[in-house]
């Protein structure tokens, strides 16, 4: 069964700290894994793609890496801001037989105090 | 291009009642997918379909729900005689498929059902 997993489920740390949010996943047969941001009540933001080629993504302050032989991606957030407080998704997209399943993580509430 | 269009975006309904959630996808997709958001939780996924064509729906609750995909209009997700344990976030996403692993998903805003 495909399964994607986060963790940590919650985290709390103080503004300009760096942190590092983490998504294992079940199956390496993937074709691309989505990290998503969502503020309570909102709806997804797209935030970094990687293809399963790829070993990493950069956009700003954020950094996502991709480990497919071990079924690992963390997000890299650097010097955090209260901005940056949200729900954070990771979505992978599983090979199937007829078409491309995603499937997402319960995702990690980040707290970021000022 | 105005995106993954969901409407209504709030929808209240009494137990016992239909709710008709509706998604256009993005001009030239033409796959959508529908997920549901249980409070507190993750997305869950309920189906994926093509024009006229339901692909996958192992999400799907096996009674209440129905969902389509027509060949003109949006899709629908349909819940009959909706309970408390409806209320839920429910997101569309579309995907324009262009060629096998390219899916990449694009989200509509979603719905958000109470049920009284």
């Known amino acids: 069964k495909q399964e994607v997993t986060q963790i940590p489920a919650a985290l709390s740390v103080p503004e300009g700290e760096n942190l590092v949010l983490n998504c294992s996943f079940t199956?390496?047969?993937?074709?691309?894994l989505q990290w998503f941001r969502q503020d309570p009540g909102k709806g997804l933001t797209s935030l970094l793609l990687i293809q399963s080629s790829q070993r990493e993504q950069t956009s700003g302050r954020l950094n996502a890496s991709l480990d497919k032989s071990s079924g690992r991606s963390t997000l890299y957030i650097a010097a955090s801001q209260p901005g940056d407080s949200a729900t954070y998704l990771c979505a992978v997209s599983f090979r199937e037989t007829s078409y491309d399943k995603v499937i997402f993580g319960p995702g990690t509430s980040l707290s970021v105090i000022p | 291009n105005a995106g993954v269009m969901q409407n209504p975006r709030h929808l209240v309904r009494r137990r016992g009642q239909e709710a008709r959630l509706r998604c256009s996808p993005m001009?030239?997709?033409?796959?959508v997918y529908w997920y549901r958001q249980l409070p507190e939780e993750g997305l869950k996924f309920m189906v994926y379909l093509q024009k006229e064509n339901i692909i996958d729906e192992s999400g799907m609750p096996k009674e209440r729900f129905s969902a389509e995909f027509p060949k003109e209009g949006p899709s629908i997700l349909r819940i009959q005689q909706v309970v408390r344990g409806d209320s839920a976030a429910y997101f569309c996403?579309?995907?324009?498929?262009?060629?096998?692993?390219?899916?990449?998903?694009?989200f509509g805003a979603g719905s958000r059902l109470t049920v009284l």
């Open positions: 001009k030239g997709h033409s796959h």
């Open positions: 996403a579309s995907s324009p498929r262009t060629r096998s692993g390219a899916n990449v998903l694009t």
């Open positions: 199956d390496s047969a993937i074709y691309n």
